[in-house]
């Protein structure tokens, strides 16, 4: 039986949709059902994806309207691996925060993994035990692998310095 | 303290030690520490010299890799990724141009792979070498951290020799590599090995029945194989734990399944176990470098494929279509479907994986790496707690860190 077809029996909320990637599956589902589904992964015997090799997020908003938290499935005992992808539905110029719920309680990987998601992507996750910034500083405004930050923005800590227009004084005082 | 109420947090205070009689203690540790190789910070909460809580506050060398990445074409991502590790910037490279021709669905020649598993296994070496050099220094063994840092030396020239740096490699192409191998490599490689295998002897020799080292390594932050794969671990970190998951064998890509080697496991999963995983580590890639040179074949170390291999310099003077293809791959880049891709390989602190995503044009619409280590330091605070402060160095030298990867 396809992945796709187990999941949608076992979850019928998630909806699955099956796709192959040159790495093998990948099922996309309503993030409403994220919780379940992943749970289910896990714990099925037969299926029993037991780690989660990685968390990241895509944000497609531009081209199909949504963003992507993908999670990235590894089961020890098979050696197979999984992408699983929750849909979330968000238009291109909305930039509201989405959220999800956490995956902490069925991995502790997805402990700093969501965090980084969330200081990166702004995408929430309900339940997280202390969900705050990473890599980025508490004082940053803004979500810096979104398609709409920009790039070249800057936002230093202390006032930055333009060496050639307002050099160090040297020595001599020249 | 307690007449010094700024320094201390009025949720959490007054905390009593196990003593009854004094305050738990905290202590900001980093971001720059002479015993903590990385800009790391613990924020850590003491009893006495045991260490009760422990917080790790990362992102210190942030440098927005991933957003970075999709500003350029594909080509131009790989030189980010060497910058990535420094201790193992080429396997860094390889994989990620492996995870794109996975997306092309090109292979590259025969040669190419077996070039990229040498050079992979070679710089393995130097990572294991920088990791417990320096963990076994801060053990108070620096005569170990010198001699292990001389046969990095070896290691780094050889790279120098077949990549023309010894950090900033750049060496991986997609669908090749930049160079073949210098002609007299395999004799200054087989001298490099020789040498460093008489300094693992001599290590080992300093090292086995040391009992300062065993006592600060044995028995210190141990982890279970449920615990270590529900935090994510991978590499010598889970292999110490005694689950046997290499990468190179359970998913062989390049040309890994032709070679003979073994897994090393630990059995306990505490620091000593993942100093010694990674002690034998090396000795395995020394025979795969070996087995290397023996069944190298000859052949060409790029794909004859012009939408994808820049031309050869002499096509681009002389000729109008190696002058187009050159135009062509450096404005426009390497058009790579449209899908996605995750591949993973082995790296020196375990499962470095790539998880990309092409929109058809010829940039990266979204590069995202796995770093090994970003996992192994979210583990560090349940791995100290309990522990005293001095075991935190130690445990820390064997995640072995790299903050560039750490915190991209």
């Known amino acids: ?174 | 303290m307690a007449d010094a109420p700024h320094t201390v947090d009025p949720k959490s205070s007054p905390e009593i030690a196990s003593d009854g009689f004094s305050e738990i203690m905290e202590l900001q540790m980093g971001p720059s520490h002479p015993a903590t190789h990385g800009t790391i910070k613990f924020n850590l909460r003491l009893d006495g010299e045991t260490i009760v809580g422990c917080e790790t506050e990362i992102g210190y060398l942030h440098r927005g890799f991933e957003k970075m990445c999709e500003q350029g074409t594909w080509t131009q991502c790989i030189p980010y990724t060497d910058r990535l590790n420094y201790a193992s910037p080429i396997i860094n490279n390889f994989i990620f141009v492996e995870a794109a021709e996975r997306l092309l669905a090109i292979t590259p020649p025969e040669r190419c792979s077996y070039i990229r598993v040498l050079l992979s296994e070679l710089s393995r070496i130097g990572d294991h070498l920088t990791c417990l050099g320096m963990g076994a220094a801060e053990m108070g063994a620096v005569t170990v951290g010198f001699f292990m840092n001389e046969a990095r030396e070896l290691i780094y020239n050889l790279m120098q020799a077949a990549t023309g740096a010894r950090l900033t490699v750049s060496h991986g192409r997609i669908g090749g590599l930049a160079r073949d191998l210098p002609e007299d490599f395999e004799q200054q490689a087989r001298a490099a090995m020789a040498k460093t295998q008489e300094t693992l002897d001599d290590c080992e020799r300093l090292l086995e029945r040391n009992r300062i080292f065993i006592d600060r390594m044995a028995g210190i932050a141990v982890l279970t194989p449920e615990r270590a794969i529900s935090l994510g671990l991978t590499g010598p970190m889970l292999r110490s734990t005694g689950v046997k998951r290499d990468l190179r064998k359970d998913e062989p890509y390049m040309v890994y399944d032709r070679f003979d080697f073994e897994v090393p496991v630990g059995t306990k999963g505490d620091n000593f176990d993942r100093f010694s995983v990674r002690f034998e580590e090396m000795r395995q890639s020394m025979r795969i470098v070996d087995q290397a040179f023996k069944s190298m074949p000859e052949g060409p170390v790029s794909i004859d494929d012009p939408t994808i291999v820049l031309p050869q310099k002499k096509d681009v003077y002389e000729n109008i279509e190696g002058l187009m293809a050159h135009f062509k791959l450096v404005i426009e880049g390497i058009r790579v479907p449209v899908g996605e891709v995750y591949f993973a390989g082995e790296g020196g602190n375990g499962e470095v994986g790539f998880y990309l995503v092409s929109d058809g044009s010829g940039r990266p619409f979204r590069v995202r790496v796995r770093p090994p280590c970003f996992y192994g330091m979210s583990a560090v605070s349940e791995m100290v707690t309990g522990h005293a402060i001095a075991d935190l160095v130690a445990t820390f030298g064997m995640v072995n860190m790299i903050g560039g990867e750490c915190d991209r």
């Open chain 1, 1 to 174: 039986m396809e992945i796709a077809e187990q999941i949608a029996a076992a979850v019928p909320a998630a909806v699955p949709t099956q796709s192959e990637c040159p790495s093998g599956t990948v099922v996309v589902v309503a993030p409403d059902a994220i919780a379940d589904v992943l749970r289910f992964l896990r714990d099925d015997p037969e299926l029993s994806y037991n780690a989660l090799s990685d968390l990241t997020a895509v944000d497609q908003r531009e081209r199909e309207g949504c963003f992507y938290v993908v999670y990235i499935l590894l089961s020890h005992s098979r050696n197979a691996r999984l992408i699983v992808k929750a849909r979330i539905a968000q238009a291109p110029n909305d930039d509201a925060t989405p959220s999800l719920p956490t995956a902490t309680g069925l991995w502790q990987a997805a402990n700093w993994a969501e965090r980084e998601v969330w200081d990166m992507f702004g995408i929430k996750f309900d339940g997280h035990p202390g969900l705050s910034r990473i890599l980025m500083y508490e004082e940053f405004v803004g979500h810096p692998l979104r398609k709409d930050y920009p790039v070249g923005k800057r936002q230093p800590l202390v006032e930055e310095r333009d060496p050639i227009a307002d050099p160090w004084p040297s020595r001599d005082g020249r």
